[in-house]
């Protein structure tokens, strides 16, 4: 059983619209992260949220991306104005305390016409 | 900057073979490695841990082993079988921060035949 609900699985939106994707964790965790992969390319890191703010992101989160976990439970990534490169695997990650791995969700496939 | 490569890109061999998946990475000073399977459209399921102070971690028929001082890991997977058949990631956490972002390699996809 994963530990880590994305949804949706597949979202297909038009350019410059916006989209949210949702992270549900089955129990309290402490650290979340969103990473994505474009088809055929590494997995990169987009940003990390601890204690309910931002502790780190890469160069790729910029202002149109956005993060929160508004009801303590779902974890959300916003992309305002999606753009074509937008089009990506979008993986939710969480973390508990200590030396212990990251378990991750299976992926929202995110497809920008 | 960290980077961290996987060779073979792609592995394929018969069932039953010992085989070993290579992971470089450029900065040593690395807190932990973590080595993931991917399946075809599916997330990343984590198989083994080793932080930097380690040499080797093992889980059934999976070893992996870490020399830092030369950044490399390598997974061994032993008796392959068809259901071994994915795509096997690496990734490094670096020293210093608290945030565990993970940089990782492009991976090595593995088939298995039967």
């Known amino acids: 059983e994963p530990e880590v609900t994305q949804t949706p699985s597949h979202q297909v939106t038009q350019m410059g619209q916006e989209v949210i994707l949702r992270c549900v964790p089955i129990?309290?965790?402490?650290?979340f992260y969103w990473y994505r992969q474009i088809l055929g390319q590494k997995v990169e890191f987009l940003v990390s949220f601890y204690n309910n703010e931002i502790s780190e992101k890469s160069e790729i989160f910029d202002d149109q991306f956005s993060v929160e976990r508004p009801d303590g439970s779902n974890f959300t990534l916003k992309i305002r104005s999606t753009k074509l490169e937008d089009s990506a695997m979008y993986f939710c990650?969480?973390?508990?305390?200590?030396?212990?791995?990251?378990?991750f969700g299976d992926g929202t496939r995110l497809s920008i016409l | 900057k960290q980077e961290v490569t996987q060779i073979p890109a792609a592995l394929s061999v018969p069932e039953g073979e010992n085989l070993v998946l290579n992971c470089s990475f450029t900065d040593s000073a690395i807190y932990n490695l973590q080595w993931f399977r991917q399946d075809p459209g599916k997330g990343l399921t984590s198989l083994l841990l080793i932080q930097s102070s380690q040499r080797e971690q093992t889980s059934g028929r999976l070893n992996a082993s870490l020399d830092k001082s030369s950044g490399r890991s390598t997974l061994y997977i032993a008796a392959s079988q068809p259901g071994d058949s994915a795509t096997y990631l690496c990734?490094?956490?670096?020293?210093?921060?608290?945030?565990?972002?993970?940089?990782f390699g492009k991976g090595t996809l593995l088939t298995v035949n039967p």
């Open positions: 129990s309290n965790h402490l650290y």
């Open positions: 990734a490094v956490k670096e020293s210093g921060g608290s945030n565990y972002k993970l940089t």
């Open positions: 990650a969480i973390r508990d305390r200590g030396n212990q791995p990251q378990h």
